[in-house]
């Protein structure tokens, strides 16, 4: 790569669940073969990080080429949510809660959309926050669910809604630590 690289996180959403599968050496073929360098791909989950010359590095104009190249190889309708390294370290990094605490689940939810994220937050406000804590964040809403109510709190089913699904994708902040590595 020539010139100043950005590098970039591609969180892909409903991946390897609900009957879309896709191999980690073919997600990593697919970004090599738009020309972006450094590619590697974490867990099983839809995270790829990749370097993209400066010059190119056009979030809405990325985010595009990449569906387009996933939907194509793949075959589904493929979205994705696309941050930087730094905006991916920054949102782990501030995550307000107690993550050491092994009776919740640490969440952060990336919105494509500060709208996105603001709804989500007037949504939770009449959840119990005990139960159901939730807080935002750059881009992001942090959510820390007791273990084993993830699909069950009041918040967990506003997140659920069809309205949200092409908007956001969430990650255990587990993970994030791993894609920073």
């Not at 100043?4 to 879309?20: D, K, P, Q």
């Not at 092994?102 to 500060?114: E, K, L, T, Y």
């Amino acid at each position: 790569m020539m010139g100043t690289v950005s590098t970039w996180v591609a969180l892909l959403r409903g991946v390897n669940v609900g009957g879309i599968s896709i191999r980690n050496a073919d997600l990593a073929e697919v970004f090599t073969a738009l020309g972006f360098g450094s590619v590697r791909t974490v867990l099983a989950s839809g995270n790829v990080v990749f370097e993209a010359d400066a010059a190119a590095s056009d979030r809405a104009k990325l985010t595009s080429k990449i569906e387009k190249a996933l939907r194509e190889r793949f075959d589904y309708d493929a979205w994705i949510v696309l941050v930087t390294l730094g905006e991916l370290t920054a949102a782990a990094e501030a995550f307000p809660f107690d993550d050491a605490d092994s009776s919740r689940q640490p969440w952060v939810i990336f919105c494509v959309d500060a709208a996105t994220r603001d709804e989500l937050v007037k949504a939770a406000m009449d959840s119990d926050a005990e139960a159901d804590p939730v807080a935002s964040g750059e881009g992001v809403v942090y959510w820390n669910p007791v273990k084993g109510t993830t699909v069950s709190t009041p918040f967990a089913k506003v997140l659920a809604k069809s309205a949200y699904r092409a908007r956001t994708t969430n990650r255990n902040l587990r993970t994030l630590r791993r894609i920073i590595g």
